[in-house]
């Protein structure tokens, strides 16, 4: 598996706007259906648009995981197929050639839309809990008084002693 076999970016942002507006586009704030494009976003395949409802900019990305990123989408996609097989997070950062760090900001981003749905879903209502410890405080323990010759004594040491 490598980086090459994603398609180019310019498929890939074509690929996000079909799967994001199958009926034509519609404003991200409004949902209105008077959007204008005008133009691409620094000669990226990005294309930006202009709501006439509204009066908002927005552009391919705006609203979505991709939001805010410098990545190009065709890494994102790659670092999505790589998921299903349950590849490490520093495989993926070494095979895309990014440090661990963003790869893991990636993968947090996409498995909180992916999973988080799911467990909304699955923790609605009653929720029953196997087994839980609760800790009860400090019942049971000792309070020493602290004066100067304890605290010389005890320091580093816990305050609190079993009786």
Not at 11 to 20: D, F, G, H, P, V
Not at 124 to 147: C, L, N, Q
Request: hydrophobic share 35%; glycine share 8%.
């Amino acid at each position: 598996m490598n980086i090459e076999s994603v398609p180019d970016e310019e498929e890939c942002y074509k690929l996000l706007r079909e799967m994001r507006w199958p009926d034509g586009v519609r404003c991200v704030y409004c949902g209105s259906e008077h959007v204008v494009r005008t133009g691409r976003w620094r000669d990226t395949p990005n294309q930006r648009y202009h709501c006439r409802s509204c009066d908002k900019w927005f552009n391919d990305k705006t609203g979505t995981i991709f939001q805010d990123t410098r990545l190009p989408l065709r890494v994102w996609f790659f670092v999505a197929f790589m998921l299903q097989f349950k590849v490490s997070i520093l495989e993926i950062s070494k095979t895309v050639g990014i440090n661990y760090k963003s790869a893991y900001h990636m993968v947090k981003r996409l498995r909180s839309t992916v999973y988080g749905k799911d467990i909304g879903d699955k923790l609605r209502g009653v929720v029953e809990m196997g087994e839980a410890y609760v800790k009860a405080g400090s019942k049971g323990m000792e309070v020493i008084e602290r004066t100067e010759e304890t605290w010389l004594e005890n320091k580093g040491k816990r305050h609190l002693r079993h009786g």
